[in-house]
């Protein structure tokens, strides 16, 4: 089975400060990659995804991700921060073969403060 | 776009109460997803359903049951509220077949107080 780690629960950054949330994943079979967001009290939001191609991903609201194979890492990142993407953010994988199996990190929570 | 629905944003019951929470998706999804939040343990998943009247457990299935009757529509049911229970439910849709969406699709998520 796989797994994903995000290795830190909590981020504070400064408004228009850079950010890098990281995402670790374990899988002995391929795997699609996501990056979700969470914001007070709603669903997930979908911010972007890996599923083959270019290793750069880009997202909504500025976001991007980079899919490292050797490291098995998917790390999400944003050149300048604002105060609205203070949020919980989700990495998850799923099976390249199975839509019903996907697996979340414990999730990152951005504080950015002005 | 697609669109997830849940019955309630807040409930609050008391423990022994039996608890429905509906979920509604509007793009014809086969696979339909209940999931609970609890912090610093992500999303883990309870129930799935692939079609009517089929279901799979998930990882944290116990003190759970669920009822899929029509497609669009996925019920995760607690039948006899605990206070451990108390938790955001997530539920979410994602179609069967890979093709332009491979994302799963969550509703707004109901957060369940159990007194």
């Known amino acids: 089975a796989q797994s994903v780690t995000q290795l830190d629960s909590q981020v504070p950054v400064f408004e228009e400060a850079p950010v890098e949330l990281r995402c670790n994943y374990s899988?002995?079979?391929?795997?699609?990659l996501f990056w979700y967001v969470q914001y007070p009290n709603q669903g997930l939001q979908l911010l972007l995804k890996?599923?083959?191609?270019?290793?750069l991903v880009k997202g909504i609201n500025g976001f991007e991700a980079e899919f490292n194979k050797s490291q098995t890492s998917f790390h999400l990142r944003k050149p300048s921060v604002h105060i609205s993407d203070t949020a919980e953010y989700f990495c998850?994988?799923?099976?390249?073969?199975?839509?019903?199996?996907?697996?979340f990190g414990a999730g990152t929570r951005l504080t950015v403060k002005p | 776009d697609v669109k997830v629905t849940q019955s309630s944003r807040y409930l609050v019951k008391r423990t022994g109460e039996k608890v429905f929470l509906e979920c509604v998706q509007d793009?014809?999804?086969?696979?339909m997803f209940w999931y609970r939040q609890d912090p610093g343990l992500g999303l883990r998943l309870i129930y799935f359903?692939?079609?009517?009247?089929?279901?799979e457990k998930g990882d944290i299935p116990e003190g759970y049951s669920v009822s899929r009757e029509k497609k669009e529509r996925f019920s995760l049911i607690l039948e006899s509220a605990s206070t451990n229970q108390t938790s955001m439910y997530l539920c979410?849709?994602?179609?069967?077949?890979?093709?332009?969406?491979?994302?799963?699709?969550f509703g707004p998520g109901t957060r369940l107080t159990v007194l």
């Open positions: 890996y599923l083959s191609g270019s290793t």
């Open positions: 998850a994988v799923n099976r390249r073969d199975n839509n019903n199996d996907m697996r």
């Open positions: 793009m014809d999804h086969e696979n």
């Open positions: 979410a849709s994602t179609p069967r077949h890979r093709g332009t969406y491979n994302e799963q699709f």
């Open positions: 899988s002995s079979v391929s795997v699609y």
């Open positions: 359903s692939y079609d009517v009247k089929m279901k």
